[in-house]
């Protein structure tokens, strides 16, 4: 049962943000599960359900450990500059089957100390994934059908679409094709404009991401309708 992420979740993630050290996140950790990570996967649980209803291929998966929808809050720091020990967000993937949650489209949600992004997408292709969505937005008909689907969402500016990009147009398509700008990208997803901390505390979060979701869907399946 979800019943809204509790302002003691959020309050946690704003002072890990100002303490990102070990000793303060083991002097807090029960905070952390119980006012942050068990509401989490009450929420997988409730939206998953539901996103299964909408797109039945979908996936998600209630573990904690990093394997399941949830991302862990533990920084993965090995080859990165920043050592802070620890994600001050709780983000996760409802991903489609099969494949690992990182290599295949899906929606997702970022939880931060005022408020919750949401997504529907991939966030980067892979070089056979890539290759087909270039030779998809070339084509006539599913090319058109991806301009059409970006243009409605991004039409009223409710939604914004992103993803990492060539500078120019990939090589073995001409510079002037009708979907160059389309063509550049190396990941495609949309995302609305975050919910405010009244929205992530309500019992009504359910509800208001899977209307987002439902908005976004049509990217997120064009993605896998053309082998991503």
Request: one cysteine or more; hydrophobic letters at 40%; charged letters at 25%.
């Amino acid at each position: 049962m979800f019943d809204g992420f509790p302002r003691a979740g959020l309050d946690f993630l704003a002072d890990l943000e100002m303490n990102n050290e070990r000793e303060w996140f083991e002097a807090n950790k029960q905070v952390y599960q119980s006012a942050l990570l068990e509401p989490a996967v009450a929420f997988v649980a409730a939206v998953g359900e539901q996103l299964r209803d909408l797109v039945p291929t979908i996936h998600y998966d209630t573990r904690t450990n990093g394997s399941g929808s949830l991302m862990r809050i533990y920084r993965d720091v090995r080859f990165s500059k920043d050592k802070t020990p620890y994600n001050t967000f709780l983000s996760g993937m409802f991903w489609e089957q099969p494949g690992k949650k990182n290599t295949r489209p899906g929606f997702g949600f970022r939880l931060r100390a005022d408020g919750m992004d949401l997504i529907a997408g991939h966030f980067g292709f892979d070089k056979e994934g890539l290759a087909a969505y270039q030779t998809a937005v070339a084509d006539d008909t599913l090319g058109a059908e991806l301009a059409a689907i970006v243009g409605a969402l991004v039409k009223d500016g409710r939604y914004s679409i992103n993803g990492d990009q060539y500078k120019r147009v990939p090589q073995g398509y001409d510079e002037t094709h009708p979907r160059a700008a389309l063509l550049k990208y190396k990941g495609l997803y949309a995302h609305p404009e975050p919910f405010g901390v009244e929205v992530v505390c309500s019992a009504g979060l359910v509800e208001e991401t899977m209307a987002q979701f439902r908005e976004m869907a049509a990217l997120e399946q064009w993605l896998v309708r053309v082998g991503i």
